[in-house]
């Protein structure tokens, strides 16, 4: 480059940025694949690795790097080694600052689960309050447009103010909840939930009315209107509650409830021509919330596109909001539930 133009690449800041974006590149590569490969593709990601191949890969449980551990005892599969590649090279800048300071920092449920503060939701300041503007909550990008979901802890006892200053002030048509009580740290009786079940109740400056529920056979639907009582103004909202998710199992009992949750969920959303985002919530806001919206994101893509990349996916939101899909088992599962819709889909055609 410089024997054509003189000077480029004048730092060795930018020099390390460029050598940063060649490695994620080449981590990347290779991991895309089209739908109709899918089934093939998991099959072999099924399979053992072999030692030789595992040199050069941190597999320590203390997270060290340790080439002389490297024994043929260690048996993992192609896809266990994918799930923990996807922090490696990962180009990860971003900083933590508001979700730690003094007034802030009981409000959050897990410190290993924090949002970054360039894409973290912010909410508005009370005059008087320090921190208010603060909520455990990250914009997520979606396949179509940026920031077309939330992902948010479960509201704890002393945040469900502002869990619900965050659904008006980011026009969020949408709540899927993944939590139930004993996730919450809650007494699991309707007036220790954060939503009513009978009758309004204020959050501040916002009434929140339950108006129907819907038992159906994956989720719960129930309806509120909310009202702020400073303007006047009413909205509709809709709340989606898996079914078939132990509070103590890391994935769905069965991949047909939440793919029928997401198509549910976005039809919903096209429906009533809602277009904020869509606010997904968990324990911390990672694991459950993260399958959703990967889930999500593939199923969008590959009706689109024919194309599937799980890797480069949770890599992306990974980039969003720390540790997005927790486990290898959750990222298993996300391949399972991707070929589970492909099956139906093929089923439905023919």
Not at 44 to 57: D, E, F, N, S
Not at 81 to 96: A, D, T, V
Not at 191 to 197: A, D, G, I, L
Not at 274 to 300: A, E, K
Request: a neutral charge.
């Amino acid at each position: 480059m410089r024997a054509q133009r003189n000077f480029m690449v004048q730092t060795e800041e930018q020099y390390a940025f460029l050598y940063d974006v060649f490695i994620e590149a080449a981590e990347v590569h290779g991991t895309e694949v089209t739908a109709h490969g899918l089934y093939n593709h998991v099959v072999k990601l099924r399979q053992p690795v072999p030692t030789c191949i595992l040199a050069g890969y941190n597999l320590l449980p203390n997270g060290l790097q340790d080439n002389n551990h490297l024994t043929s005892s260690i048996k993992i599969s192609s896809l266990e080694l994918e799930f923990k590649r996807l922090n490696r090279n990962l180009i990860n800048k971003r900083q933590i600052t508001t979700a730690l300071t003094y007034d802030n920092k009981t409000k959050n449920r897990d410190f290993d689960i924090l949002p970054y503060e360039s894409n973290r939701v912010c909410l508005s300041l009370i005059r008087g309050v320090n921190g208010s503007d603060y909520i455990n909550a990250s914009y997520i990008d979606g396949y179509r447009k940026s920031r077309a979901y939330i992902a948010t802890q479960t509201p704890l006892p002393h945040t469900v103010d502002d869990f619900w200053r965050l659904i008006w002030e980011c026009n969020s048509p949408i709540i899927v909840a993944f939590s139930d009580a004993r996730d919450m740290n809650l007494i699991p009786t309707d007036n220790n939930q954060y939503w009513p079940s009978d009758r309004s109740t204020r959050y501040q400056n916002l009434m929140v009315e339950p108006m129907v529920e819907y038992n159906m056979p994956h989720f719960i639907l129930r309806e509120f209107r909310l009202t702020n009582t400073t303007d006047g103004q009413s909205r509709t909202l809709r709340q989606f509650q898996l079914h078939g998710w132990p509070h103590d199992s890391i994935v769905p009992k069965s991949a047909e409830a939440i793919i029928d949750l997401i198509g549910q969920v976005h039809k919903t959303q096209i429906q009533f021509g809602q277009d904020g985002p869509i606010t997904v919530h968990c324990n911390t806001g990672s694991g459950r919330t993260g399958v959703f919206i990967c889930l999500s994101i593939l199923l969008d893509r590959m009706r689109s596109e024919g194309m599937v990349d799980m890797f480069l996916i949770t890599r992306m939101l990974r980039t969003q909001r720390i540790n997005t899909i927790q486990t290898s088992d959750q990222y298993a599962f996300c391949y399972a539930a991707t070929l589970e819709y492909l099956a139906s889909f093929d089923h439905y055609m023919s």
